[in-house]
């Protein structure tokens, strides 16, 4: 009996990451920045799907943004809703602040410091891409 104690008070002690391996978090979580520099967006889990909202703006961008009746940028969900759709692809809604649109969007991870975010009409015939760098 006392060694069924003892061992479950080992077993209590132990850290959970000694119980067995913890996936790494997926690379496209992060802080990154539009080709100017003047937005940056912090992606992560927003329940199952990706998001990402606005958590520095440079000061033509909040002017930008005011033109198109929006108030403050800061926190804004820029990339909304989307779910994997392959290995380092996503599938979702972006969010152009200075059109006050939302357009359909897609995210590939080029590289671990690079996303290629693209906004689309007409259910996909006409894109445009970024590419954002990691912060």
């Excluded at 799907?49 to 000061?59: E, F, M, R, T, Y």
């Excluded at 979702?92 to 080029?110: A, E, H, K, L, N």
Aim: a positive charge; proline letters at 7%; hydrophobic letters at 45%.
């Amino acid at each position: 009996m006392r060694r069924l104690a003892a061992l479950a008070l080992l077993l209590a002690a132990t850290p959970a990451a000694a119980q067995g391996p913890v996936a790494p978090p997926d690379p496209v979580f992060g802080t990154w920045a539009n080709p100017k520099h003047s937005i940056e967006v912090r992606t992560a889990l927003c329940g199952a799907d990706l998001c990402g909202a606005i958590v520095a703006a440079s000061p033509q961008a909040e002017q930008d943004a005011r033109d198109a009746g929006i108030d403050r940028l800061i926190g804004i969900e820029l990339l909304r809703d989307y779910r994997k759709t392959g290995d380092a692809r996503w599938s979702g809604t972006v969010f152009v602040p200075d059109m006050g649109r939302s357009f359909t969007s897609r995210i590939v991870q080029v590289s671990p410091n690079l996303l290629r975010i693209s906004g689309c009409i007409l259910g996909g015939l006409i894109c445009k891409s970024q590419d954002w760098t990691r912060v």
